[in-house]
């Protein structure tokens, strides 16, 4: 049953605006009843969300290039090449419309990795800055412009982007 809501979640917002997605609507293209989509997720921000969380976890590798800048100038251009994404677009832009726990289910991923290759650097010896402010200057940007603005970032903004946090 979970697979059917999922992929109705996809199908849905592949085939018109979010504001049109109801759990009614998932139902039916699920082939399940209403009340067993509202007794296993309760709303339709945590089905959103659970449908991120499974959509975006693991997705993007986390980069060991050998160097931070390296590592960050990876991740942010592949970041953005997943955000640039119809399909991928359409289901952040309909979770964070749910509220913030839609939004931390876009992104808890992200900052899982982001952690680690911060934590990788100090292992190595250096210096990074913390995850809240690489956060801020990454993956603030990169997904401002890809939710609001429908201006995809081109891989060299996103390099541009690591530049300005490594100054």
């Known amino acids: 049953m979970r697979v059917a809501v999922y992929l109705a979640v996809e199908e849905l917002l592949a085939e018109g605006p979010s504001e049109a997605l109801t759990i009614p609507v998932i139902a039916a293209r ?21 449908v991120a969380i499974s959509r975006f976890s693991g997705d993007i590798i ?43 289910a876009c992104i808890a991923d992200r900052h899982a990795q982001l952690t680690a290759i911060l934590e990788r650097e100090r292992s190595r010896g250096g210096d990074p800055p913390d995850v809240e402010r690489a956060a801020d200057a990454l993956l ?26 490594l100054r």
């Open 30 to 50: 699920a082939g399940v009843h209403p009340t067993t989509v509202y007794r296993r997720w309760g709303s339709l921000g945590e089905l959103l969300g659970d």
């Open 62 to 104: 986390v980069p060991d290039t050998g160097t931070l800048r390296g590592d960050l100038e990876r991740w942010a251009t592949d970041v953005a090449t997943d955000l640039a994404d119809p399909d991928v677009l359409a289901l952040m832009r309909a979770t964070v419309g749910t509220g913030p726990e839609g939004g931390s």
């Open 140 to 165: 603030g940007p990169l997904y401002y412009r890809a939710i609001f603005t429908g201006h995809p970032a081109e891989p060299g903004w996103a390099r541009e982007l690591v530049g300005a946090l």
